[in-house]
């Protein structure tokens, strides 16, 4: 019973580690409520062949949530 448990649990984190994964999308004009801490993949082209900008919510401010952003390289092909 107990190597069930240990497969179950090694079953859900895998599965809960895959989601964890940023979001992709084409502008940064297409993030309409960051949260803090939360990242997301711009490929707008702005940043040099082989990376893509990431943009996360820093931190918080008296207006909502702070983003900050960055050029981080590529992973998998390019999406559109």
């Known amino acids: 019973m107990s190597l069930r448990r240990t497969v179950f649990s090694l079953l859900i984190s895998s599965v809960l ?16 409520d960051l949260k803090l801490g939360q990242r997301v993949l711009v490929d707008d082209g702005t940043c040099p062949a082989g990376q893509v900008k990431e943009v996360r919510g820093a931190k918080m401010t008296e207006k909502g949530v702070a983003r900050t952003s960055t ?10």
């Open 17 to 32: 580690a895959s989601t964890a994964h940023a979001a992709t999308v084409g502008r940064a004009e297409d993030i309409p």
């Open 71 to 80: 050029c981080v390289p590529r992973y998998g092909p390019k999406s559109k």
